[in-house]
């Protein structure tokens, strides 16, 4: 049977109001192939069956925020209630942001006084904080119980923490001690007292620190989680290793939109998203590049004598032109990137742009060997001798621009990341027009 | 201190044989963190420190391919057998297959037979897939057993295993009948039995599975790791969050080079890579994308006598088919991520066009208007009305250009993400550049 049946024979049963026989072959799914289901039934089906999934407020944290905020509109409100006070707390508190106003004091008298104050605290961190992405559930001991004790802790707070293969050490103050994982838990001796076997050594982050710094660090120490302290070093809650995922997926993808020159955050959907903020997203580089073209037009209209007495020179303009522009992008993509993964640094700028000179020189070399036999075929040995150093200078100048215009922007205050290929290209255009043009009038005239 | 006073003193220390004085300072730092320092060490301290580490082959596993392998040619053979029989599976087979065969040869008798047995197996997988990143190194239990008994094994085995807090249930054949994890078993009573709790409705990979797609699959359903079994079903490894999430990192660098057209491995280093080497990753795409130039050339060359009679098309020539080239590598780039997220299947690629059609319309009057001021002030009213109709006409074709090169590429059987902007850019020019001078040639002639 093909999906596309299958969702249609789910829809068939939640319509005629088959509950059972539509929860039974969903049975075996989990909550994020649940999730991709849910999202594609009708609205009314949707919330027949997110009201009697046996999972829902699991399944519900697994849902695209727009249909979130949607299902938050028609289920009744102690259901809704019940399913974000079921959830994780960083979910819980991610999905009540999403509300506007109005649902958000609908539905805080119907939470428990808990839960009220743990999205009140949550929702006040700044977003891409690591306040914004912590959860307040993890599990804690102090630092005189012994290991069986610890352990039957361990064993009651199970059902209120994201995990219980690490807890966190705190003193009477909440402070942060040490962490101890259960796999020592397990391995020490019953007796044992946590104090001799905690480390204290202990990794942890502000809960103002930047979101991608979080998740480096999670990645960088192979952590499955990051205790996060607030100013006074009280313990307030823990990021773990799914979310730093999927913040370095999100991270990632904004970079990459970044260099196509389209602002965008990464929840940007082709699909979901309306036109008209798709249209947003991009009106505002596509018409600031217009600029940069603009230098071009003026230098091209700056030596228009030269070319109309020497038209074929505009037959090798997108060429020499556009080689500028395409070994610029190749370099500010590369610097781009190995700045977010961390292999350089910025105060590496100088060094590495003796290595990229080097790289650029052989590169235009090439370029230059092929394009003049063409100079040669189209023009004479003048015109030969014209592209070809024009396109070692082209090329050269290229690259450095390139690989300096992230720095640059950084200098600025910008995200290095904006040094888009079309912003590149656009630079390394009006550079290359003049370039091209001022070589062959020195020659050619 | 500065780091940099830091290193000059552990530099010292070693070389002046200090090692407890070396040691001792170093003492608080991770592995990751050692790694780095070593990194910066010349290579006389660098093998004294390696060799006096007490974690030396946690550390080890940390150093980039280059240092190991640097390493793997000065440390004594007996030292760096016990380093890399200490290793992690999967690490110790990425470090093995880094060394050249003479020092392969001369390591494996100095090896244990399981050690060599488990090199031979997971060296023999291709690059890329499960098999590659897996490790051989879990936990595992017999489905008759009591969770006390289950337990206690999991203790013993612990010392061999990359995570005891989950456990696969296989049996006589190793066939892959459950997973459990140590929460459950923590909250179980201690005489029940494996085979009442255990989670037979396991997430698994073939072997020869796509490391991006058990990386994706491990993301997806918030996995601590993934089980691979053979083609038999029979289980050999598993692969664990922390490798999944170097992979999606690793994807992420190689789809991120490929848009700026540079043909690489996220292993490329900006810093160490040789330049020969670097210029061998971007030469292929500078000399291809020459022939997109050439195209734009001829066509310009075709409405030459056009242009020589009305030299001023030539001034906005940049600004026109820049705009082209912009908003297709937006379109592009918008794509390709959303593919490589998952966001948006090939299939839809009807649908988008529709959509994009849209956007491109928005964007292209928009720029329309814009560009028609600049005509109507440089030349006159016709010219206003071609740059309005062109520009509307390039953006349009450069947008939808962007948007199914990727499925184009995908079609042929190359990797979408070759879409890169400079492509789409050369591609979106030359379209442009016939538009543009044909609607000229219409309206001013």
Redesign the interface.
């Known amino acids: 049977m093909s999906y596309n049946n299958f969702l249609y024979l789910i829809n068939d049963a939640l319509k005629n109001n088959h509950i059972e026989l539509a929860l039974e072959s969903l049975k ?1 799914f ?3 192939d649940l999730a991709d289901i849910i999202a594609q039934l009708p609205i009314e089906t949707r919330q027949t069956l997110v009201l009697n999934l046996p999972d829902r407020s699991y399944v519900f944290s697994y849902l695209s925020p727009e249909i979130q905020v949607e299902l938050a509109k028609v289920l009744p409100r102690q259901v809704l209630a019940d399913i974000i006070g079921e959830m994780s707390s960083d979910k819980r508190a991610d999905v009540f942001k999403r509300l506007d106003e109005h649902q958000q004091n609908a539905l805080l008298p119907a939470l428990a006084q808990a839960e009220r104050e743990d999205i009140r605290l949550l929702s006040s961190y700044m977003e891409g904080t690591a306040g914004a992405i912590m959860s307040s559930e993890y599990a804690t001991l102090l630092p005189n119980m012994s290991v069986a004790d610890a ?1 039957k802790m ?2 009651s707070e ?1 059902p209120d923490t994201e995990t ?2 690490f807890a966190y050490v705190l003193d009477e103050a909440r402070k942060l001690l040490g962490v101890i994982s ?2 020592q838990l ?2 020490a001796q019953e007796d044992q007292n946590i104090n001799e076997l905690m480390v204290t ?1 202990v ?1 942890f982050a502000k809960v103002d620190a930047d979101q991608d710094d979080v998740a480096k660090t999670i ?4 952590l ?1 989680a990051l205790p996060i302290v607030d100013e006074q070093g009280i313990m307030v809650g823990i990021v773990t ?2 979310d ?3 913040v ?2 999100e991270e ?2 904004e ?3 970044k ?4 602002n965008a955050t ?1 929840k ?4 979901s998203t309306p ?2 903020h ?2 947003k997203n ?2 505002f ?3 600031f ?2 600029f ?3 230098l ?3 230098g ?2 700056h030596f ?1 004598d030269i ?2 007495q020497n ?1 074929v020179l ?6 020499l ?3 500028g ?3 610029g ?2 370099s ?7 700045l977010a ?1 961390g ?2 640094q910025f105060k ?1 700028w100088f060094s ?1 742009l003796g ?1 990229e000179s ?2 650029a020189l ?2 235009g070399i ?2 230059a060997v ?2 003049s036999f ?1 100079g040669f075929y189209r023009g004479d040995e003048y015109v030969a001798l014209v592209l070809a150093i024009s396109m070692i200078g082209i ?1 050269l100048l290229g690259c450095l621009i390139g690989m300096s215009l992230p720095f640059i922007l950084n200098k600025f205050g910008f995200d290095p990341a904006s040094a888009s ?2 912003l590149v ?2 630079i390394c ?2 550079t290359g ?1 003049l370039v091209y043009l001022s070589i062959a009038s020195v020659i050619l005239f």
């Open positions: 075996t989990r909550a994020a352990i361990l064993r199970a219980i293969y259960l796999k397990i391995l050594n990794l990645a960088r120490y192979d499955l290793h799914d730093a995922m999927d370095a997926r990632a993808t970079d990459f939109l260099v196509g020159a389209v990464s940007l959907s082709l699909k036109i008209l798709l249209y991009r009106v580089w596509l018409v590049l217009v940069g073209s603009l071009s037009g003026i091209i209209a228009e070319i109309a038209i505009v037959f090798f303009l997108p060429l032109v556009g080689s522009g395409n070994a992008s190749q500010s993509t590369l610097m781009v990137r190995a993964t292999d350089v590496d590495l290595r080097l790289v052989c590169l090439t370029m092929a394009v063409l090329v290929a079309p290209t656009s255009d009006a027009v």
